[in-house]
């Protein structure tokens, strides 16, 4: 419940002991919720590789990533997904290198990617050379909605 609640549900430790106080009468610090976390994070390798390598064989996967503030300071979240699952990766900047590190160049290059149009996912090693630009994102281009092509 404790993995649950705080990576799914995002409930911040300070917020997870005090429901567990409330709730069930449990005095427990942030500390031990932390300990759990660390716990559970040892039986989650082998699900997390799995989700890895279902996006990683995929014909079409899409990427993006999104700012996180992680103690003051900002990081980043990334999502890879296709149809059957997504895959989240923590990284300290939007550079390639973190998609270098969770896909290899075969895994990166033999699909098609749905992306916006961050550098990193053009750039020459990361090996993805096929695109599909974002709907959203080619929605949002002024040129387009001078000459008429969007709604």
Avoid at 55 to 81: M, P, R
Avoid at 119 to 141: K, N, S, T, W
Wanted: one cysteine or more.
């Amino acid at each position: 419940m404790t993995s649950y609640l705080s990576t799914y549900q995002n409930v911040p430790f300070k917020r997870l002991t005090h429901l567990y106080e409330t709730i069930f009468g449990l005095h427990i610090s942030e500390g031990s919720v932390s300990n759990m976390l660390n716990a559970m994070r040892k039986f989650s390798k082998t699900p997390y590789e799995m989700i890895r390598q279902k996006v990683a064989g995929g014909k079409v996967a899409g990427a993006d990533e999104t700012g996180i503030n992680v103690n003051g300071k900002n990081n980043w979240l990334w999502a890879f997904q296709n149809t059957v699952a997504t895959f989240l990766a923590f990284g300290s900047s939007r550079s390639h290198h973190v998609i270098n590190k969770h896909f290899t160049r075969e895994e990166r290059g033999n699909k098609v990617w749905v992306t916006d149009r961050l550098p990193a996912y053009f750039m020459g090693e990361v090996g993805m050379e096929d695109h599909q630009i974002c709907i959203a994102h080619l929605l949002r281009e002024p040129h387009l909605h001078d000459a008429g092509l969007s709604g």
